[in-house]
């Protein structure tokens, strides 16, 4: 197989006709001389995103970061088991439906114009280490897979995803924020399979805490999670009212910022109005003086032309009169 210098090296040479691109497919026994970034960028038709899934395990591809943008069709991203890519930056992707990284060292992924139709999203098996807050506009997700990773504190930023029906945030440190999650997930998973004592398992706390009995199926999802979840929030009145009042408060200053905004942009379209109508004003202020102009020279040159036509007419008779005299019996020629 031929080594290449780096990722892009690699791509250009293997896809160099961009808009005939319908699928990019990464071969796991592919070789670069040196670590990359790697730039997908303006692929009209492309769709699909993969590795080719004929030899098993994990790559030890030399790539460092993967920038996806500009490609207005693609609706899959399934990269698993490149264990050296740290980041993955997704813009300008607005058909995205699935998204699957698990298994590499991700730290961090960035979505900016991308994911709003994103409705399977695998981060399994990572490191990233921070909150929930980068995935709050994932609106539109059905399936949301974090286990084996180091997110911590609420499923707060969950809260907006009215869709989602598959939840796993096993071996993870989000410990809090039942009250925020949608009453439609039907399967969910917290355990701490790891042997390690993940604050994840706390959720199961939760529940006991309330004399809620919890059972795990085979698959270590927890047993009429949606009827556990109700009966929590039943016993948990406070906790939810709290996330009501919070959602009341944050619409009304959208409402607010949204008054403030359409404020602002009528008082611009007023003073553009009152611009334009000045402009307009002196305009016909100009056009009204031009023609007045016009105007009083034409008066002037229609009053010299008067002029001119009497003395004519004067010289016109007084040339008859004196013809007249001078054929008269006994004028002198």
């Not at 598959?166 to 071996?171: A, G, Q, T």
């Not at 698959?219 to 929590?232: G, H, M, R």
Request: charge should be negative.
């Amino acid at each position: 197989m031929t080594e290449y210098k780096n990722a892009q090296e690699w791509l250009n040479h293997q896809y160099p006709n961009r808009r005939q691109v319908e699928t990019i497919e990464f071969d796991s026994e592919l070789k670069f001389k040196q670590p990359s970034e790697l730039i997908i960028d303006d692929y009209p038709n492309l769709k699909v995103i993969q590795k080719n899934y004929v030899s098993t395990g994990s790559s030890s591809l030399k790539l460092t970061k993967l920038t996806v943008s500009n490609c207005p069709q693609l609706e899959t991203v399934h990269i698993d088991y490149f264990k050296n890519i740290r980041e993955l930056v997704l813009n300008n992707l607005p058909s995205l439906k699935k998204l699957n990284c698990s298994h590499n060292s991700f730290a961090e992924v960035k979505f900016t114009n991308a994911g709003e139709k994103l409705e399977h999203l695998d981060l399994s098996s990572n490191n990233f280490s921070q909150d929930l807050s980068f995935l709050s506009h994932l609106v539109n997700l059905e399936n949301l897979d974090l286990r084996r990773n180091n997110f911590a504190g609420s499923l707060e930023y969950l809260k907006g995803m009215s869709k989602l029906k598959k939840l796993v945030i096993s071996d993870t440190d989000l410990d809090s924020g039942l009250e925020y999650l949608p009453d439609n997930i039907e399967y969910f998973y917290c355990s701490s399979s790891r042997g390690k004592n993940t604050k994840s398992q706390n959720i199961y706390n939760l529940f006991a805490k309330e004399e809620i009995t919890v059972e795990i199926e085979w698959d270590e999802k927890i047993k009429n999670f949606p009827q556990k979840l109700q009966a929590w929030k039943r016993a948990n009145p406070g906790l939810v009212i709290a996330r009501w009042k919070e959602e009341v408060e944050q619409s009304k200053q959208m409402v607010s910022q949204l008054k403030e905004e359409l404020q602002i942009e009528r008082e611009e379209a007023e003073k553009a109005l009152d611009a334009a109508q000045r402009w307009r004003e002196r305009q016909l202020k100009e056009v009204t003086e031009q023609k007045d102009k016009e105007i009083e020279n034409l008066k002037k040159q229609v009053s010299q032309l008067q002029s001119q036509l009497v003395s004519l007419q004067v010289q016109d008779q007084t040339a008859q009169i004196l013809q007249s005299t001078s054929s008269l019996p006994g004028s002198s020629k």
